[in-house]
């Protein structure tokens, strides 16, 4: 077996040794599914007869590795001699497009384990480290996630379909809504597929809620941060979306094992229900229509319905030793046309999204999750017209939170409280008051909500680093985040017939020569004083992991933003602020 390390980063690589730097550099990202790297492993330091003369991978070979040398010899580096350094750099720059590649390959080759893993599993930390994602702060946008949480809005129309109108704040018609089960059948997978995700779709209506709301969110954040496929899908897992509601994982005997299946279907057949929405929205994307004194016929004077999101092929698990399906894990996804101007593209609009939403139960604090959303659109709009102090109504909340009407004047007064009360201590937002002392003596009294309590207003402070974020505008060019974000078949095409070529002569690579004439130190013990503790991002990321705190937490223990220290974390601060730095090392020396 070759000595990888002798290799020096600069020399050209023949044949023998591209195949093994290939795999040594690449292995990292796959460092927790071991019998990937096994396979690797073993194809990377074996050389098959005349297989150097075609300078690829036989048929025969390991078809995920050799679609990952192939990605680096026919894609990145075509025609061109390669040296370890240049691999190095290419899987730090391609590292999501490397695991979308590779993807379909590791699901077939290793079916039972494969599914186990998200492709999205650093996108997801990052996610839970800053404790926000990121989405449209469009209103169109806002409406269409909106409407699937209302199902009881849903009435069948002649047609048979279950059909709602799509209403903005003012009750001004935007659009219609309807759901189509039959027609959210996917083309692709087996027939047990089928049949898991047919069952999925059969309870449509019943899936609408405030967690399918999430999986809205979720699944278009991913997509604007992720490669695509050569057809525009993302992989979504629902391990995803598991982990941002951090929900626990089965155990046994002591052990943590994985996500309950329940939970799994749970998200899932949403999933399936948001594939089923089909959305007509006006000719024009910011249409006003007056729905006043219009006859039915031209109520619905829309142009043809879409889709809201599309479904590629199905992941279904299996189980090792009966073969028998367990369930859908994850799906081929992408937003449709219809949602993509707002998601994509130079005219949209984007804003944070504090993860507490995924958090909240949407069985007990439905009102929780409503709120969060309605607030961190308007702390957006309100960053753009600069009017963040300006008070909301009591009234306005209310619409927004949907409060059910079961409670009386005196629960929904103790309700809304609560509300805001639990956004506060979570740290949704910063603060929250009255804007006018409570007239106590008109409390109790016949009709005192709507006359007199629902008129008032509150001023609701955000936190320092939601407007922060919402001023830099993360999405824009410069952001790593999608910096790399391309299409896989601008990179790799579907062909994959890998003909011969005709390359330079391989490059022997000498062993590297050790200076005989060196000698080794002597190891003296001193008792010299420690060096001064040193502030890098690696030291402070390691001691906020060691306390087990989140990035919020710590920058709250430090005085200093949430942003500012999450951009110092991953290396991204423009400019030194020696006031922060000071703040952060005393913190790194002083925290236990």
Do not use: C
């Amino acid at each position: 077996m070759a000595r990888y390390e002798l290799i020096a980063d600069n020399h050209l690589l023949n044949y023998e040794f591209l195949k093994i730097a290939i795999f040594e550099e690449t292995k990292p990202l796959y460092e927790d599914r071991p019998h990937v790297v096994q396979a690797w492993q073993n194809e990377a330091y074996m050389v098959r007869p005349h297989e150097a003369q075609q300078n690829m991978p036989p048929e025969g070979a390991v078809a995920s590795y050799r679609a990952l040398f192939a990605f680096f010899t026919r894609t990145v580096f075509l025609d061109r001699p390669i040296t370890k350094q240049m691999i190095r750099e290419a899987v730090e720059l391609y590292k999501d497009l490397i695991r979308t590649l590779l993807a379909d390959h590791l699901i077939q080759e290793f079916p039972t384990d494969g599914l186990k893993h998200s492709i999205n599993q650093e996108k997801i930390d990052v996610a839970l480290q800053q404790e926000y994602i990121l989405g449209s702060s469009e209103m169109e946008y806002h409406l269409m996630r909106d409407i699937v949480t209302k199902k009881d809005h849903f009435k069948e129309n002649q047609t048979g379909n279950l059909t709602t109108e799509i209403l903005d704040n003012r009750g001004v018609l935007k659009g219609l809504a309807e759901l189509r089960p039959q027609d959210a059948l996917t083309q692709h997978g087996g027939s047990d597929q089928q049949t898991m995700w047919l069952e999925m779709i059969g309870s449509t209506l019943n899936s609408l809620d405030e967690m399918t709301a999430d999986l809205f969110d979720l699944i278009t954040y991913l997509w604007m941060v992720s490669p695509k496929n050569e057809d525009g899908y993302i992989e979504f897992h629902s391990t995803d979306a598991l982990r941002l509601r951090k929900l626990k994982k089965r155990s046994s005997q002591g052990k943590e094992m994985d996500f309950r299946e329940e939970d799994r279907f749970n998200v899932m057949k949403r999933v399936a229900a948001l594939s089923s929405i089909w959305v007509s929205m006006g000719d024009q994307k910011v249409q006003v229509l007056n729905t006043e004194n219009m006859e039915d016929s031209e109520l619905y004077n829309f142009k043809d319905f879409q889709r809201m999101f599309e479904v590629g092929k199905i992941r279904v698990a299996y189980d090792k030793k009966s073969g028998e399906a367990k369930g859908i894990y994850a799906v081929q996804v992408k937003p449709a046309a219809i949602l993509r101007p707002y998601i994509d593209g130079t005219n949209r609009s984007i804003g944070t999204l504090d993860l507490k939403v995924f958090q909240y139960s949407h069985y007990t604090q439905r009102e929780h999750k409503r709120l969060t959303r309605y607030l961190n659109l308007q702390w957006k709009i309100r960053t753009i017209k600069g009017t963040l102090t300006q008070a909301f109504k009591i009234s306005t909340l209310l619409k927004a939170m949907d409060v059910s009407n079961r409670y009386t004047q005196g629960k929904l007064r103790d309700k809304f409280e609560k509300v805001l009360d639990d956004l506060q201590q979570d740290g949704v937002i910063r603060q929250w008051e009255y804007t006018e002392p409570l007239e106590e003596e008109r409390i109790g009294k016949r009709g005192w909500v709507k006359n007199y309590w629902m008129k008032l207003s509150v001023r609701i402070h955000p936190n320092e680093f939601l407007i922060e974020e919402n001023q830099n505008n993360l999405l824009g060019s410069s952001n790593p985040i999608i910096q790399n974000n391309m299409i896989v078949s601008q990179l790799f095409p579907k062909e994959q017939e890998f003909a011969p070529r005709e390359v330079a002569a391989a490059i022997e690579i000498p062993h590297a020569t050790i200076n005989e004439g060196s000698h080794q130190q002597a190891l003296e013990l001193s008792f010299e004083p420690e060096d001064e503790m040193t502030l890098t991002p690696e030291a402070l990321k390691e001691r906020i992991d060691l306390l087990g705190i989140s990035i919020r937490q710590s920058a709250l223990e430090m005085g200093i933003s949430h942003s500012t220290l999450s951009r110092y974390l991953r290396k991204e601060s423009k400019r030194q602020n020696k006031n922060n730095d000071k703040k952060m090392l005393s913190w790194l020396k002083n925290s236990k």
